[in-house]
């Protein structure tokens, strides 16, 4: 299978601590990016990383990009209850594929 | 920014029957669309890519006669699931691709449960 994993599968921390998940891929990828879907909701695109970046950064995200090591990590700072989601990460390349997803809960 | 609508956004139907779902691009030109479907509490799986105006691509495993998909216009593709079993149910997704990018706007999604 081309899926990649993503660790942990589920996550659950304080409100106000930082969030970090990881993602592994097996292809070559143009470039990855990371989604957060909310329980049986559409998915929202938070960011996108191209193949030759190394960290990119939005508001309180913050993604790196290992491609020698074929993996990516998102992290949320100073975690808020709204950021309770499942995040995945999709690997752009010849074949979109996504991850598993890791489920995000923050506790108030 | 980029919007993708699907309809319907949830839809119930008797086994045996027909379904259509719409994705519509609505202030971009996609070249591209790209159907998912999602079982609860599982990753997005990708059912196929459909370009304007050409065939659909079918990932292994998805029969390209029960699900058909229609992309005949640059803002519009629609997925039909034929003859619906109940193991049809799912959450399905679709994405749009605009020309020359690579970013994915996603839809909402589509519940459709099959009694």
Not at chain 1, 26 to 38: D, E, H, V
Not at chain 2, 27 to 55: C, H, I, V
């Amino acid at each position: 299978s081309q899926q990649g994993e993503e660790d942990p599968q589920a996550l659950s921390i304080q409100e106000g601590e930082n969030a970090t998940m990881n993602c592994s891929y097996k292809t070559s990828i143009n470039n990855l990016q990371w989604y957060r879907q909310n329980s049986g909701r559409g998915l929202v695109h938070l960011i996108l990383i191209r193949s030759n970046e190394r960290e990119k950064h939005s508001g309180r995200l913050r993604v790196t990009l290992d491609t020698s090591k074929k993996s990516s990590s998102l992290l949320i700072t100073a975690s808020r209850a709204a950021d309770t989601a499942s995040y995945f990460c999709l690997q752009g390349a010849q074949k979109l594929v996504f991850g598993q997803g890791t489920r995000l809960t923050i506790n108030p | 920014g980029a919007v993708v609508s699907q309809h319907p956004s949830w839809v119930i139907c008797k086994s045996g029957t027909s379904v259509k779902i719409e994705c519509r691009s609505l202030d971009f030109q996609a070249t591209t669309m790209f159907w998912y479907r999602q079982f609860p509490k599982q990753s997005l799986m990708l059912m196929a890519t459909s370009n304007e105006g050409s065939k659909a691509t079918y990932e292994q495993g998805v029969e390209k006669d029960k699900f058909l998909i229609n992309h005949a216009s640059l803002t519009l593709s629609t997925l039909t699931v034929t003859s619906a079993h109940p193991e049809d149910s799912s959450f399905y997704i679709c994405s749009a691709e605009e020309r020359g990018l690579y970013e994915q706007y996603f839809g909402p999604g589509t519940r459709l449960t099959v009694t």
